[in-house]
């Protein structure tokens, strides 16, 4: 079976309840053998409130899931939205538009990346900002940014230490804003 993707417009916050009601929708005899997939791009954050890390997943695209099907069916379930709660439409409308598959490939190749590699910090750090260390031999002590490395996930700080300034260099997970 020769199968395309397509997007599905959702409330924005129900995906996930848009989803278990098209997949139970899609358990019917009628559909069987013509859904391969429907799921939506997720990604895992991490945030620090009050000196703890949370670890949570966030939708990569709000508001849209993706649905695999056989291109022949979509005519019969355009119309999901009047059977389906949370569903809007397809987009395109009524004349439902299939992802490219260079567009496929970017999106789930994005989803794989993203399930495999770290979290992505959710509150970002600016040059300049306050920062409270929160973990180390250091913890308890206010510094300010002096340089962002995204890539290893690290910050430079300078934290005055004995009426001196202090360059040091710590992990995300080790600092929080100060507020």
């Known amino acids: 079976m020769d199968t395309k993707w397509y997007v ?3 409330v924005t ?15 019917k005899p009628e559909y069987e053998g013509r859904i391969n997939q ?15 890390k949370y670890i949570t997943k966030r939708n990569y695209y709000p508001g849209y899931v993706l ?7 979509i005519g019969e379930i355009k119309n999901l939205n009047k059977k389906v709660n949370n569903v809007i439409e ?17 999106i789930l190749g ?9 979290e992505t910090l959710l ?4 040059v300049g900002e306050q920062v409270k260390i929160i973990d180390g031999p250091f913890s308890g002590f206010i510094g300010n940014v002096d340089d962002v490395n995204e890539d290893r996930k690290k910050v430079k700080l300078a934290v005055n230490i004995f009426g001196r300034k202090t360059p040091l ?11």
């Open 67 to 73: 649905i695999e099907a056989d291109p022949n069916i």
């Open 123 to 126: 509150d970002k750090y600016l």
């Open 8 to 10: 599905i417009r959702t």
């Open 90 to 106: 397809f987009l395109g409308g009524d004349t439902p538009i299939s992802l490219r598959p260079d567009e496929v490939d970017r």
């Open 110 to 118: 994005k989803m794989d990346e993203l399930s495999m590699s770290d």
């Open 13 to 27: 916050g129900k995906e996930k309840k848009a989803v278990e009601q098209l997949e139970s929708e899609f358990k």
């Open 38 to 52: 429907v799921l939506i791009p997720m990604e895992k954050v991490y945030m620090t409130r009050k000196g703890k």
């Open 169 to 179: 260099e710590l992990n995300y997970t080790q600092i929080t804003k100060n507020e």
